[in-house]
């Protein structure tokens, strides 16, 4: 059978990743550098010739508007999926960063006090790396042997390294795997010629070259 290749992709620059809101499903978007971003990705697929079987998206706006660009140069349909969100704030979604760390003291200790949830109706870490775990075993399941796409956010990148490596949200304390927008994590499963375990092999992680200038 042949790998199974998981390509993250995170989404473009959002209005979120410059202003000081928290944003969950008040998401505004991308900003027009992001939509640029994303422009540029999809004419690197292009260009490269880049195939996918199956390409999915977080629901998001910020993830969806930025499958939607990249989509007609991948020539498949986009499939929805709620579970690759970033991690869910609750309450404080939509309020200004300041305020949230004055009302919500556990907002910015979420990866310490891992098992603590963030807001009211929110996640924990732990609940958010689960999830993040669940779903992309659930789509790697569902595709043995195929090139799949996933545009999704930062957070979830960074939890596809607990699941490959089988770690809970507490591993987060002293490492993190940051992402570029439109960044692109490239995960393959693999059987070892050593020993016929099917194992996951990080291929490439935080390639965002279509955005540098020349």
Known sequence: MSDTVLTLIRHGQSFA????IV???SCRGLTP???SQAERLAARFVAEQTT????????????????????????????????LHELRVGEVDGMRYADVTQQYPSFDRGIKDYHVRVAPNGE????FATRCARVLHTITAAHPGARIA???HGGVIESSFLWALNLNAGARHGVSFPAHNTAMT???????PYDGRLEWQLASHNDHIHLRTT
């Open 186 to 192: 490239v995960w393959k499963q693999h059987i070892s």
């Open 23 to 25: 944003e969950s499903y």
């Open 17 to 20: 990743n410059v202003e000081p």
């Open 33 to 35: 550098l992001g939509i």
């Open 124 to 127: 924990s870490w732990n609940e």
């Open 150 to 152: 996933v545009v999704c």
């Open 52 to 83: 996918f079987d199956v390409l999915y998206a977080s629901t998001l706006k910020r993830a969806r508007m930025t499958a939607e660009i990249i989509a007609p140069a991948l020539g498949v349909p986009i499939i929805w999926e709620d579970d």
